[in-house]
């Protein structure tokens, strides 16, 4: 019986240690989205860098690979190309738009600005990591040609 207890009291301690979902909380979740969207910048830019090289030099994928269509490939790189961008223009504008300091009267509203905020963030990390995903295996596929 007394160890029944002593588990009841410790499942009661680390239920009360959760932390609830607070202004705090949420926002200091959707910070840490926004801080590794910054460090996954890195990776969008240094890819679009790099397709772009790929566009200019046709002719050298062309010799690595002189089944390739490079009309193709253009257009391939060229989409990449818009997607990833698109993507760092989202991050950018919702960063224009966030409002760090926001704060409501009610608290709940202000709760509810911060999960709105949380949601479109989780949404672009998504698309961030769909798009560092796809360029990097292209890339990675263009690395591992060998010239015949």
């Known amino acids: 019986m007394k160890k029944i207890i002593q588990c009841l009291f410790l ?3 680390m239920v009360s240690c959760t932390p609830k979902e607070n202004n705090d909380n949420v926002r200091a979740e959707l910070m840490q989205f926004h801080d590794q ?6 990776t969008i830019i240094g890819n679009q860098m790099k397709l ?4 200019r030099d046709m002719k050298g994928i062309k010799t690595k690979n002189p089944t390739i269509d490079t009309v193709k490939e253009k257009e391939l ?7 990833l961008t698109r993507a760092e223009d989202q991050m950018n504008d919702w960063m224009h738009n966030f ?6 009267p009610s608290p709940e509203a202000t709760l509810q600005y911060f999960k709105a905020e949380r949601e479109k963030i989780a949404a672009i990390a998504k698309a961030y990591q769909q798009e560092i995903n796809s360029s990097n295996v292209y890339l ?9």
């Open 77 to 83: 790189i060229n989409k990449m190309l818009v997607r």
């Open 52 to 55: 772009d090289t790929l566009l």
């Open 140 to 148: 990675k596929q263009r690395n591992n040609e060998k010239p015949n």
């Open 99 to 104: 409002n760090a300091d926001f704060k409501d």
């Open 11 to 13: 499942m009661a301690m």
């Open 37 to 42: 969207l910054m460090m996954d910048n890195e």
